[in-house]
């Protein structure tokens, strides 16, 4: 259903904030209407049966229609243009709106085993009519194909706020099933599980939950950007001949298709300056087109022709890696003098390695005193932003 309407009333490309509020809107109203008929149906399911499990399911229908309603919004107010108050745009919403479903899981969660062990203290007989049971296996694959087409959706357009949406509709298919398993044995067995079944549910659900808090607060709080990105960016700069080397990579994200981009790139500080900046505008918007982000580089010169400078940097870049086998260093550089030699570099420390940079700096120095003779290092001490 959702591809069909997608043909009929999408025109625009998936990776353009265009089409991302087109799905986002489109899904967001498919869940508001399947939602409300599995609240009809089930709620009725459960006042036939009088089981608290399937009545609570129906109830959590209804969140999941505002859940609905919360992404539908999202996607609406992401996709609104840059404006004098958020220049950067309003594309975080959509992670807001992610972090908002999050927290309806877990309410959801709460709720139900709050009534699960109300239902353990005090059971009631469960009638567990066949009807009751048809509408919870109609419930089951509704759920599932609502999973898997916000699922696709989510990867289509790259969105977390979808995949909280779609991890929400496996919960409740899982949910229901487990209810459907505990009439199964109500009815042909004569035990009644259905407080111990509102109970795992409602566990499963509460663990979803905080997982889907997890992902949608990741990027509000300025989580590391996907390592497949990186690497892409990497290979564009890299593919240049006129790049030597880059470093300081930062990727801002200010929500689904809005990244700020920038990056050192070492060129050749004897080549033209004029054609080097040339070739920088050019790798900018390569970038740009590639990744739909703003990118600005920032041209770093190096010795490319003295073998001394050159042999230094290796040995300095081999020793440092007793610090840790994953540090690395750029911006090298060597002032000669009479009595000794300055060696200036920076050094990106993995956020793994807890030393203060006072530490990290002694044991630059110790390195330095027994490796090499009359060399003194000036370090700036960097972490990565990756």
């Known amino acids: ?65 505002g859940s609905s309603a919360i992404t539908l919004i999202g996607f609406r107010l992401a996709g609104k243009k840059p404006d004098t108050e958020h220049p950067f745009g309003h594309g975080r919403i959509e992670y807001i709106s992610g972090v908002g479903v999050s927290v309806i899981i877990i309410a959801v969660g709460l709720s139900l085993a709050k009534e699960s062990i109300q239902k353990i203290i005090s059971p009631e007989a469960i009638e567990a009519s066949y009807l009751a ?77 905080i997982q889907s808090v997890k992902e949608t607060v990741a990027p509000l709080l300025g989580g590391p950007p996907d390592k497949e990105l990186v690497e892409n960016i990497e290979k564009i700069v890299l593919s240049h001949h006129t790049v030597k080397g ?3 990579l930062v990727i801002h994200d ?44 920032h041209m770093d010169p190096v010795v490319t022709d003295d073998d001394k400078i050159t042999s230094m940097r290796k040995r300095v870049a081999k020793e440092m890696k007793a610090i840790s086998p994953d540090v690395s260093i750029h911006d090298f550089r060597m002032v000669e003098g009479p009595s000794h030699t300055n060696v200036i ?33 000036i370090v700036e001490v960097d972490r990565p932003y990756l």
């Open 254 to 297: 200010y929500g689904p298709g809005r990244l700020m981009v920038s990056l050192h790139a070492e060129v050749d500080g004897s080549g033209n300056i004029f054609a080097l900046h040339d070739e920088i505008d050019c790798i900018e918007k390569e970038l740009n087109e590639q990744f739909h982000c703003h990118s600005v580089i």
């Open 133 to 209: 049971m048809a509408i919870l296996v109609v419930s089951i694959l509704i759920k599932g194909y609502m999973f898997l087409y916000n699922h696709a959706i989510a990867k289509k357009i790259v969105s977390q706020a979808m995949n909280a949406t779609a991890r929400d509709s496996i919960n409740d298919a899982v949910a229901t099933t487990v209810v459907l398993i505990s009439m199964l044995i109500a009815r042909f067995s004569g035990y009644n599980i259905d407080g111990y079944c509102g109970i795992a549910v409602s566990l499963f659900i509460l663990y979803s939950g």
């Open 345 to 377: 570099f920076d050094i990106v420390v993995p956020h793994e390695i807890k030393l203060s940079e006072e530490e990290i700096r002694q044991k630059i120095n110790l390195i330095m005193r027994e490796k090499f003779e009359n060399t003194f290092p």
């Open 1 to 65: 259903m959702i591809t069909l309407l997608s043909k009929f009333f999408i025109k625009q490309k998936p990776d353009t904030p265009e089409g991302r509020r087109s799905y986002g809107t489109l899904c967001g109203l498919v869940g508001i209407f399947l939602n409300l008929i599995l609240f009809a149906g089930k709620y009725i399911a459960g006042m036939l049966s009088h089981s608290v499990a399937i009545t609570a399911d129906a109830f959590n229908n209804i969140s999941d229609a």
């Open 246 to 248: 880059m470093h300081d």
